[in-house]
């Protein structure tokens, strides 16, 4: 080794552990993150995995997925409403309602499949509008606006199912969607092209924030990020690409076409709420709204448009349900999917009392409440007993969150 090569790595090892310290300290202030939802979710799959074999079969990882993109969407748009320490309760009864449009536009009035997707967004977004305006310009709480529209939209649904009737989807478009695989292949080339795009803007960034005099991962950081990543997705992919026909006749195998669609929408209000100057508005005013407004941030328009998000992506989640169920029913969007919903926001870190939350804290809380629904399910366990377990974990979510706030205004962090 030379002489110019070791204060090199001395420079690359203080880097190192200056980022890791820095990294337990704003832990131990109380900013936790996603550690929670991680560390539960691995807890779990272990616990389930022993107890239950068969959980971690192929097929068994496949209907994971399935079973809480529709959660897991509507998760992502309830997140902006949080961050505004806003709620709505009518989230769940909105995805019914535009599945609800979707299904008698294509089983009743025959339109084509794009055109009656686009409608129900437009329904999605034209709900989220009308419930924005109702807490940004008229005051009222958004607990009671929502919690009237959650009944109101429970008799909408009613009304367009005809009173209880089954309607079934038979698009082929609209029941691939949650039912049909991507080819192994393009599995693999997707999963390629993502983890180098990635690894790309991550480097990115590094060289522009040192470039800047700013504070910036060191490589060695950024190149484990990356490694993590492929680790991960690779053997994810590996997993779905497994033979989980229980017959010779038909093959089924391939990453579920709803993952990449989970994935678009993940990176698309990523960098959203991190790139943007609409982003850092909702940050802002989660934390301060009186500050927020001082700062010039017109604040009815960003809770209005968070709402309008919130709804919107309700309608992807409606879409989603109805392809898994090939129908649409009076309880399409009722039952458990507003609590799972809220409770996939919470578990995976995002804040109650607003300010704080990441649009991949939903696809992390997600995966907590499939998996407990999933395992409970395999293990033989009642209904009864899968509200009660979910909810525990939704009030051990919430009491975390609590603590860590303490904690940070307590350090100074808050």
Known sequence: MTTE???????ADSAIGSHVRG??????GGELG????????????????????????????????????????IAMGLIFVLLLGEIDLSAGFASGVCAAVLAVLLTF?????????????????????VLGSLVAKLGIPSFVVTLAAFLAF??????????????????????AVANKNVPPAAGWIATAVGVAAYAAVQFVQARRRAARGLVAAPMAVI?????????????????????????AIVSLKGVP?????????????????RRTAYGRHIYAVGGNAEAARRAGINVDRIRISAFVICSFMASIG??????????????????????????????????LFGGKGRALDAVLGGAVVAVIENGMGLMGYSAGVKFVVTGSVLLLAAGVDALSRKRSAATGRG
């Open 5 to 11: 090569t070791l204060p090199k790595q001395e420079n």
């Open 23 to 28: 990294y337990v300290e704003r832990v131990r």
């Open 34 to 73: 996603a550690l929670p939802a991680v560390f539960g979710l691995i807890i779990l799959c272990v616990v389930f995995s022993v107890l239950r074999p068969s959980f971690l079969s192929a097929l068994n990882f496949a209907n994971l997925f399935t079973q809480g993109a529709a959660v897991a969407v």
């Open 109 to 129: 009035e025959g339109w084509p499949w794009y055109l009656a997707v686009l409608t129900a967004m437009v329904t999605g977004a034209v709900i989220g509008l």
């Open 154 to 175: 429970q008799g909408v649904v009613l009304l367009l199912v005809k009173n209880g009737t089954n309607i079934s989807i038979r698009d082929e478009t609209i029941l």
């Open 223 to 247: 190149a484990a990020r990356v490694a993590a990543l492929a680790v991960i997705a690779g053997a994810a992919v590996y997993m779905l690409n497994l033979e989980r026909s229980r017959t």
């Open 257 to 273: 076409i709803v993952v990449p669609l989970i994935v678009i929408l993940l990176i698309v209000w990523t960098f959203v709420l």
């Open 318 to 351: 409606g879409i989603i349900a109805a392809s898994r169920a090939n129908s649409v029913d009076p309880n399409t969007g009722g039952s458990n999917v507003l609590l799972f919903a809220v409770g996939a926001a919470v578990i995976g870190g995002t804040s």
